[in-house]
């Protein structure tokens, strides 16, 4: 049996490292949703459109073309209409605005729709904010990984592409306290737990910790 994985949590709880080792080690592929909003929101940025402007954007996300390729080591390589922007989508700007975007409702429709296509067939990890919740509630593992605020601003930081964004640490603190916020009360699958995932607290775990725990969990199921 191929699973489906569901790994949730904020900005910086490690979801998206843990989600892409995970699958390394089962074999399986790794699908990372939030940069598929992120890449929606640059599209958005860029075309100058107010992001309240709701028809708008629904017209210029139906033009989008958004794919994602796997590299060798499992990593996903983001293009949008062709144009490779893995590394663009990462810069803060993008992130104070992905939430806003995100709450539009043609925006979920068209990226939850294709998140479900790419997982259709099972051995697939997709790592977000409401994968076990809304975009596929019949995961059979679900995961929801935390970490204090500074915790996570902290491993963000340390993560920025430094040649992209420049900012303070307490700036970063503020700028994800904002985002958790609006997250959890998005109009469209708010950031929260599914009633049925499993909580691992990752402040005094490693990546590697993490990592054992949901592949163990994973086994435990497909063995089942």
Do not use: W
Not at 186 to 209: C, F, K, Q, V, W
């Amino acid at each position: 049996m191929k699973l489906k994985i569901a790994i949730d949590g904020p900005a910086g709880a490690g979801k998206s490292t843990v989600a892409r080792m995970v699958a390394q080690q089962l074999h399986y592929t790794y699908i990372d949703t939030g940069a598929m909003y992120r890449a929606i929101t640059l599209a958005i940025m860029r075309s100058g459109v107010p992001v309240d402007q709701t028809d708008a954007i629904a017209k210029l996300v139906k033009k989008c073309d958004l794919q994602i390729k796997l590299t060798p080591d499992g990593k996903n390589k983001i293009y949008l209409d062709g144009e490779d922007i893995t590394t663009e989508i990462r810069q803060e700007a993008v992130s104070a605005l992905v939430s806003d975007v995100s709450n539009q409702l043609m925006v979920r429709k068209f990226l939850v729709e294709k998140q479900r296509q790419m997982a259709t067939t099972g051995g697939v990890v997709l790592d977000g904010r409401d994968i076990g919740t809304v975009v596929l509630p019949d995961a059979q593992l679900k995961i929801y990984l935390v970490a204090s605020l500074a915790v996570r601003a902290k491993r963000r930081h340390l993560e920025l592409n430094k040649d992209v964004d420049n900012i303070s640490l307490s700036d970063l603190t503020n700028a994800m306290a904002i985002r958790d916020n609006k997250d959890a009360n998005n109009t469209y699958g708010p950031m929260r737990p599914a009633d049925d995932a499993i909580t691992i607290d990752t402040d005094n775990l490693s990546i590697e910790e993490v990592v054992k725990k949901i592949t163990e969990l994973a086994k435990a199921k497909i063995s089942a």
